[in-house]
């Protein structure tokens, strides 16, 4: 049984950098892309980066493309996401999923997703 979790979040000021972990685990290592969604109340889940298994593939929507990184620890299977230049506007719960057979790094929808961890909180202040 695949199970997800992240850990990272917390409160940072406008500007600020915080880094994100998520391990999947149950699985095949380096096998299946990995990506990070984030959602705030009342809204969609949104996509905001994803890797391939062997990490050399990443994708971003341009909302966060320049600021965000995604990155893959081949040797320990655990993927980060760098998140730099913060906006109030990325303040959200962000979750780490991992994707099912065949889910490409440009697949940007939650459906595409079927193992989620429980989320971590990130606030940015202003």
């Known amino acids: 049984q695949v199970t997800v979790s992240e850990s990272g979040g917390g409160l940072v000021q406008v500007g600020g950098s915080l880094r994100l972990s998520c391990a999947a685990s149950?699985?095949?290592?380096?096998?299946?892309?990995i990506a990070w969604f984030r959602q705030t109340p009342g809204k969609e889940r949104e996509f905001v980066a994803a890797?391939?298994?062997?990490?050399?593939?990443?994708y971003y929507p341009d909302s966060v493309k320049g600021r965000f990184t995604i990155s893959r620890d081949i040797s320990t299977d655990t993927v980060y996401l760098q998140l730099s230049g913060l906006k109030p506007e990325d303040t959200a719960v962000y979750y780490c999923?991992?994707?099912?057979?065949?889910?490409?790094?440009?697949?940007?929808?939650?459906?595409?997703?079927?193992?989620w961890g429980q989320g971590t909180q990130v606030t940015v202040s202003s």
């Open positions: 999923a991992q994707g099912r057979l065949g889910t490409g790094v440009t697949s940007t929808s939650y459906l595409r997703y079927g193992w």
């Open positions: 149950g699985g095949t290592p380096n096998t299946y892309t």
């Open positions: 890797v391939s298994g062997n990490g050399d593939s990443t």
